[in-house]
Every structure is written in C-alpha cells, then in structure tokens.
C-alpha cells in the first residue's frame, strides 16, 4: 500500500513523532509511506523507512494556536496558507495514496481547517478513493464549545472512515476528554498505545541514579528547569540532569546556568529514553510519548503538567496515571525546589510497578486495521 501520513506539530514535537512511529511500522509491514510534516523541522526524530516532506513550516505563537507564525516569525499570510495548501495538494496527487491518515485533525488543528478540508476533498476526488483514518492520541484537549464537537463530527461522518484512538481503553477511553456520541462510538477503533520498542538499557549505564528532568522537544519548560536547578541543591545525593529541548536548547541553556547549583545541563539527547531504566527518577511534564516512555521504562516519576493557555490534556492524563504506583503529580502552578524534593522523594518510595500491564503495540494493530480495510473493500 501507499500510506499519506499528514502531521502538522505547532508547539512540541509529539505529535510529529507520533506520526513517525506509524509510518515507520507501516514501512516495515513491507509499504511505502510518505509523511507530509507541516510544523518546524526535528532532525532528532528518527525517520528511517519513512519520506519526510517538509511543507512550508508553521509553529503557534507560544500557546496562541489561532496565531500561526513562519519560519521567520511573521504572522502567516493567505499568500503563504496558500502555498502550503498547494503542496499538499500537489503531494497527494502525486502519490495517489491508498491510506491517508491525518493525525489529529478533525478533533483539532482547527486553524488549518481549510488546508485539511481541501486534502479530504481531493483525496474524495481521487480516481480510487483512499481509505482515510484520522489519528489521534489517549486525551485530547476538550472542545470548548459544543459547536467544536459538532463540526469535528460532521467531518468524520463526511469524510472519514474510522478513527484510530491510540490508547488502551482499559486504561483510558475517549470520553475522558472528548464528548461521544452513538454515531461517533461507531468510527471508534482503539489500536493500543503507539509507542516504540522499549529501549534497551543505556550499553554504558548512562543515567545510573540521576534524576532526569525534561521538557519534551519544544521549546517550553523554563519555569520548570529553573525549579530544578534549585532543587538540585537540596538533593546531593542524586545527580539532576536537565535535557532541555528546543531549536535554541544551547541559548536557553545559557539563560538557565546557574554556578551555585550542582545540576547538569545540556542539550535533549536521542539515548534519553535508553538511560530512563537506570535513572532514581524522571521530572517532566505529562505528554503522550513521554508518559509512555516512562510506563515502558518503569522509572518513579513526578509529572508536572503544561497548563499554560487552558490547556488541560497533560492534566488530564497525568491523574488517570497518579493511581499508579511510581507516579507523583505536582501541578505547574504551585511548583516550588521544596515541593519538587518532596514529590521526587515520595515517588521513589512507592512500589515498583508492573510494566507489562499496557498495550504498546498501536502501531502495529495500526498497520493491520488498515491492511484489513483494505482488504474489505477489494
């Protein structure tokens, strides 16, 4: 098959990294896939098996997502909403997919809606129809009117014909955060977690008895590594070590450094997850892949959720987890060094907990429920 993953990431990096872990999984099913990223590049991602096709960049103006910004960090104009929309275009037409799947979108990205419309309407368009699934994650962020809901559903009834939800509903179902109805219930296909392999242990004990602190690959998370860093000086017992994130991680280092506190700061590293196993314990905040890097790892954690501008996904998420063993939630808000010591003391007291108990295999069920619906329509 032909696979058309479209991603536009805005902020952080989690959902184009999402996005590859389906397009690697369908690449190793023996198809060839194309990803269309609309966000800034992340040359950190893994792309193997995979066509990355760069689209005119966007990010949102810090949590501001009506505000799309380019790469020079003007506001974006029609002429330039234009252009994109027309490679994007150009590209499905070229490749003439057999599976589209568009991550996120219906259920957001409601500022590109136009340039997601044109796609569906096209691909509608297309000699053979492609079998078009929309990708989403465990929790979204709640409709803040009813009329959102509407028109997102009206959308997948129009031209969607499933929607992949990447999480285990024994843990956590879409109405935890997303009003469903009957109609909606039936486009519903729950795939598992979409995760990658859990890492092997780092070769050279890399992290052994440290306590990791990390902020996704964005570029937020400064008012939580500042708290860090003078956490640091109350904890000489376990090195912290901050893996900031972000297109200018080296210059918010340097805004970050402080000579009187004993943490190591440096840049995010592609073998985090690898030194996870041996770490004392993680600091982060409570997005999709690293709350499933730390349920495969079963490193005591402390989350510490993204807030900023009414957002309420990483929330939601981190308490379903805080029932958990091993898992400490201390909201942003109240975040001071001598909570965050107390939180990270109290999550490496409890009981180790059981890694084996989730489904991480939503990439592969992925790939098999669009082999499978394929295969219905022939």
């Known amino acids: 098959m032909k696979v058309l993953i479209v991603v536009t990431h805005l902020l952080g990096t989690g959902h184009l990294s999402r996005g590859l872990t389906l397009g690697r999984a369908f690449a190793q099913a023996g198809h060839q896939v194309t990803l269309a990223s609309g966000g800034f590049p992340a040359p950190q991602l893994n ?18 997502f009506s505000r799309l910004l380019t790469a020079e960090g003007t ?81 997948i009834s129009q031209f969607y014909d499933g929607v992949l939800v990447h999480s285990d509903p024994a843990t956590t179902t879409l109405d935890a955060s997303w009003p469903v109805t009957p109609a909606l219930a039936e486009k519903l296909i729950y795939t598992g977690y ?27 998370g400064d008012a939580l590594f500042a708290c860090a860093i003078e956490a640091a000086k109350q904890m000489p017992d376990h090195r912290v070590r901050l893996l900031v994130g972000g297109r200018d991680a080296q210059a918010r280092i340097a805004r970050l450094a402080d000579p009187s506190s ?33 349920l495969q790892a079963g490193t005591p954690s402390v989350f510490v959720p993204f807030d900023a501008g009414n957002e309420v996904e990483q929330g939601l998420r981190a308490r379903s987890l805080a029932e958990l063993p091993g898992f400490v939630v201390s909201p942003a808000a ?7 010591c107390e939180a990270i003391t109290s999550a490496m007291r409890q009981p180790q907990r ?17 082999e499978k619906r394929m295969k219905d329509r022939q």
């Open 334 to 340: 109240a975040l001071t060094p001598d909570r965050l």
């Open 75 to 155: 506001v974006a104009d029609q002429d330039y909403l234009t252009h994109r929309q027309s490679a994007l275009l150009g590209l499905l037409d070229q490749i003439q997919p057999d599976v589209l799947l568009t991550e996120l979108f219906p259920f957001g990205r409601r500022s590109l809606r136009a340039e997601f419309r044109a796609l569906l309407e096209a691909a509608h368009a297309l000699p053979k129809r492609p079998l078009i699934l929309s990708s989403i994650r465990d929790i979204l962020a709640p409709p803040s009117k009813p009329k959102k809901a509407e028109q997102a559903e009206a959308l």
């Open 262 to 294: 004993p943490a190591v700061l440096e840049p995010a590293r592609p073998d985090f997850r690898q030194m996870l196993p041996h770490a004392a314990a993680s600091v982060s905040m409570c997005g999709y892949n690293t709350a499933l890097d730390l």
């Open 194 to 220: 979409v995760a990658p392999p859990a890492a092997i242990p780092h070769p050279d004990n890399l992290g052994a008895g440290e306590i990791l602190v990390s902020a996704g690959g964005g570029d937020v």
């Open 47 to 64: 792309t193997d098996g995979v066509e990355l096709v760069q689209l005119p960049p966007l990010r949102s103006d810090g949590v501001d």
């Open 354 to 370: 059981d890694v084996h108990n989730f489904r991480f295999d939503g990439a592969t069920q992925s790939v098999e429920i669009a």
